[in-house]
């Protein structure tokens, strides 16, 4: 059976705009996700980020045979920068699916991935009944924004980051959605 073309929807909070990628993202997706600050805290961002990895990856947000939905936090309207950082549902068997993203340091702190996060739980745009996600250890604040978003610590493990070329102690969370 051929799978329906995705069409993302837009969401729009207090403080920003959740859109899909666009080739004018470029340049922003680059140089944040090129910062070790950012790379650091996440399984698949290589750093330094090599030539054409930022373009690859809006491409790849953009193929309709894609099993992750990505959306820009998008401040542009609220007198931020069009790309504050990027939130992704992927897609798993059963309904179910792992929540991941990252925010641009200089924003980091002021509640907007809490924004993006709650917003995407709120309308469930991939109809998953269980959300999981996974934090480092060492990045409490994550690990705190789970909790308060409704996941329930599941337990502890290790994921591989490539921009760290080593192994880092993690956490895995899951939600049941309602």
């Known amino acids: 059976m051929i799978e329906p073309i995705r069409v993302q ?55 309709l045979a894609r099993t992750e939905d990505v959306w820009v936090l998008d401040g542009s309207d609220f007198g931020l920068d069009e790309v504050l950082g990027v939130i992704g549902l992927k897609r798993l068997d059963r309904r179910q699916g792992e929540l991941g993203y990252w925010l641009a340091p200089a ?12 917003t995407l739980i709120g309308a469930n745009p991939q109809a998953s009944t269980t959300l999981f996600a996974e934090v480092f250890q060492e990045n409490a604040r994550s690990a705190k924004l789970l909790t308060d978003m409704g996941f329930s610590y599941l ?15 993690s956490w895995t969370y899951l939600r049941k959605m309602t």
Request: aromatic share 8%; proline share 6%; glycine share 10%.
């Open 9 to 63: 929807s837009t969401f729009r909070t207090k403080r920003l705009i959740l859109r899909p990628t666009r080739k004018s993202d470029l340049g922003l997706i680059g140089l944040y996700a090129g910062d070790i600050r950012v790379s650091g805290h996440t399984r698949s961002i290589p750093h330094p980020l090599p030539p054409g990895a930022a373009e690859a990856f809006i491409e790849q947000t953009q193929n």
């Open 107 to 118: 924003y980091w702190g002021v509640g907007l991935a809490r924004e993006a996060v709650g």
């Open 155 to 169: 337990g502890e493990a290790e994921s591989y980051c490539v921009a760290r070329q080593t192994t880092v102690a």
